[in-house]
């Protein structure tokens, strides 16, 4: 049982470069989020899903896109990237919304934008 | 909104020494508490909670965590720590009855032991 998985686990990118990050979990959870940490900020929200094709804002959504095609699969998009965005991203699924389910992480993505 | 406060950004600390990290909270109502710890190269992992009852909540590896309503409080304790503790540790709250796209992390703080 492979949990929440992330790729890439690194990753380097130039100024204006796309890249999409994937994260997959096998729990069958119904709810997804994405995470960035930065150092003096803690985790914050980016953006999560409540089900398959549903997503919503978080705190800090400005800048990326997501998508839930399917229900283990969760997809954090940078269109045009920006050293702003270099940091440290989580995936993590929950099996309710609800505070009692609480959350499962992945290993992280550690992304540098040039 | 809620926000969360850990003023201890890195603790160095020996083997078998006790160890307490502090995590202060600002939400006027009734909250959940949650310690996840993050060891190194791995992903975060939750450590203890509290949602209602026993405000000393026990958790894994000894950990246990104090909620101290009229303090906002929510600190981490460990008697003797041990070389394997070493690892960034988040606390977090999620005022109750919200979903978890409201739950708030602190800044972390880094716990290295030194053998």
């Known amino acids: 049982n492979a949990g929440v998985t992330q790729t890439p686990k690194f990753r380097v990118l130039k100024t204006g470069q796309s890249m999409t990050l994937l994260c997959a979990q096998d729990?069958?959870?119904?709810?997804m989020y994405w995470y960035r940490q930065d150092p003096g900020m803690g985790l914050r929200l980016i953006h999560y899903?409540?089900?398959?094709?549903?997503?919503a804002k978080g705190e800090v959504p400005d800048g990326y896109n997501v998508s839930r095609l399917k229900k283990q699969n969760f997809l954090l998009g940078l269109e045009s990237a920006a050293p702003s965005q270099t940091s440290v991203y989580f995936c993590?699924?929950?099996?309710?919304?609800?505070?009692?389910?609480?959350?499962?992480f992945g290993a992280g993505s550690r992304l540098t934008v040039l | 909104a809620q926000s969360v406060s850990q003023h201890n950004h890195h603790v160095i600390l020996s083997e078998a020494a006790s160890l307490e990290l502090g995590c202060n909270y600002s939400?006027?109502?009734?909250?959940?508490l949650f310690w996840y710890v993050q060891y190194p190269g791995q992903h975060l992992q939750l450590l203890l909670k509290?949602?209602?009852?026993?405000?000393l909540v026990k958790g894994i590896k000894g950990f246990e965590a104090e909620f101290i309503k009229s303090k906002f409080s929510f600190n981490l304790r460990k008697p003797s720590v041990q070389w394997s503790d070493t690892a960034e540790y988040f606390c977090?709250?999620?005022?109750?009855?919200?979903?978890?796209?409201?739950?708030?992390f602190g800044t972390g703080t880094r716990l290295t032991i030194i053998p």
């Open positions: 729990m069958n959870h119904e709810y």
């Open positions: 977090a709250v999620l005022p109750s009855n919200f979903g978890n796209e409201k739950l708030t």
């Open positions: 993590a699924s929950s099996y309710s919304i609800w505070g009692a389910n609480v959350l499962t």
């Open positions: 509290y949602f209602s009852g026993d405000p």
């Open positions: 899903s409540v089900g398959e094709g549903t997503t």
């Open positions: 939400y006027g109502g009734t909250v959940n």
